[in-house]
């Protein structure tokens, strides 16, 4: 676990038109409330798709953002989940989907449920539940380095586990034939298109919003709570909690089970969405990449891992075309460096709580995107290896005129210049009677 101290970086969201962040966060569900049915008018089936995608993993996210950035939980085996849920579905679709083949229509199958996507999601919650319990149950006995290299250990057996199951595809992995099918739909219905027309993946993509969205609403109720009080005060001080009365270690677990059920459910979505199963579901690089999107996006915020995620995928998507596909991650590496050292709190807490800063904000902005702009066309010139060398001599340089030439610090010049700027009442700032 990581070191204690604040979890709650960012003040809390006013359900306001006050607080730009709600602003925010309201335009951004407009906009995907309204995306399938521009994108499947234009003919873009692909876009449905792609953020289909974002909003799974979001959930992800947004899940081990309860136990990471409120509760300084460093697991690395979060993917786990994201494997048990795509295997409920999985071996739910291949086993149990053809015992009532062959039964008469009308007739009642006594074994339908089986293949049911209410008993695919509800084996997914619940597996994911109890293994969450078993992997917490040993690794919350142990802090710091051996926290994190116990679960990601159990993610390491569990893959290797998968590996080993032939009837269940081993490494080469299984398809499934069809999606999750509930009592009034099925998550392969078109709800755009004409029945008979191209699969338009309208259904799954309203489905795994509204899964979003409960998740984000059962998870700021969670944290505003008394259980979310004593989390955030056992990530900042568990001794002073444990004096206080508190069973420290129950609260964490059950925190540890919370986070794994709703990440199962991110893996049933994940395995309706890819109609695959692999166990590289459960490989402790995809538990790395939900990671680092809650750090992008702002740890101990519930939203921000929702834009870390749209980030993320968006650069992995995009930033090939724009770069190389053999180079884009020596592009996007550096990227998230310079975020992680600029950004503490994510791009989330980059957002001001109150309009007032929010002329700040859009010249940072401004200034983030016109250096990204710069940095990309300078690539067309030169390999991204050299780019990011010279890149990463500069700094050096400049660390060290800092720290020993006795240069102001570039950062501190930049801040006080967005300050002035921001202040300046063309931007809606007061100048100073002094």
């Known amino acids: 676990m990581a070191a204690h101290g604040n979890s709650n970086l960012n003040p809390r969201i006013r359900l306001s038109a006050g607080d730009p962040r709600f602003v925010l966060m309201l335009t951004a569900l407009v906009v995907l409330a309204v995306l399938p049915f521009i994108a499947v008018g234009a003919g873009d089936t692909f876009m449905v798709s792609f953020v289909s995608k974002v909003m799974i993993f979001a959930i992800a996210a947004a899940s081990l953002d309860l136990i990471l950035g409120y509760g300084g939980m460093v697991s690395f085996g979060h993917a786990a989940y994201i494997g048990l849920g795509a295997y409920a579905v999985a071996v739910s679709t291949k086993y149990f989907g053809d015992l009532c083949a062959d039964v008469d229509e009308g007739q009642a199958c006594a074994y339908g449920y089986l293949a049911s996507g209410y008993f695919q ?53 299984m398809t499934i034939d069809y999606r999750s099918d509930f009592l009034f739909f099925n998550l392969a219905d078109n709800l755009i298109n004409d029945p008979d027309d191209e699969l338009d993946g309208a259904t799954l993509y309203y489905f795994s919003l509204g899964a979003l969205l409960v998740t984000l609403l059962l998870l700021r109720r969670i944290v505003n709570s008394r259980f979310g009080m004593v989390i955030r005060g056992s990530f900042s001080n568990p001794v002073r909690m444990a004096a206080l009365g508190f069973p420290v270690y129950r609260y964490r677990l059950t925190a540890f089970v919370i986070a794994g059920a709703i990440c199962g459910v991110a893996g049933s979505l994940f395995a309706n ?35 870390g995620a749209f980030v993320f995928y968006g650069l992995e998507e995009f930033l090939p075309a724009l770069v190389d596909k053999d180079y884009w991650m020596i ?104």
């Open 273 to 307: 969405h890819q109609e695959f199963l692999t166990p590289e579901y459960m490989m402790w690089i995809r538990s790395g990449e939900i990671m680092i999107m809650v750090i992008m996006g702002g740890m101990g915020t519930i939203f921000g891992p929702v834009f």
């Open 121 to 173: 999601f509800a084996v997914a919650i619940v597996g994911s539940a109890l293994v969450a319990l078993v992997i917490g149950a040993i690794s919350l006995r142990t802090t710091g380095l051996y926290f994190i290299m116990i679960t990601l250990a159990f993610t390491q057996m569990l893959f290797f586990l998968g590996v080993s199951l032939e009837p269940f595809g081993g490494d080469d992995g």
């Open 331 to 434: 592009v996007f590496g550096p990227m998230l460096v310079i975020l992680v050292l600029f950004a503490k709190r994510g791009l989330f807490g980059l957002v001001p709580d109150a309009w007032a800063g929010m002329p700040k904000f859009l010249l940072g902005l401004m200034a983030v995107l016109a250096a990204s702009a710069i940095f990309l066309f300078l690539i067309t010139f030169a390999s991204p290896l050299v780019i990011v060398l010279i890149l990463i001599a500069i700094a050096f340089v400049l660390k060290l005129a800092v720290d020993y030439g006795g240069m102001k610090s570039p950062l501190v010049t930049v801040r006080e210049a967005l300050d002035a700027v921001a202040q300046n009442p063309v931007f809606g700032g007061r100048r100073s009677n002094g």
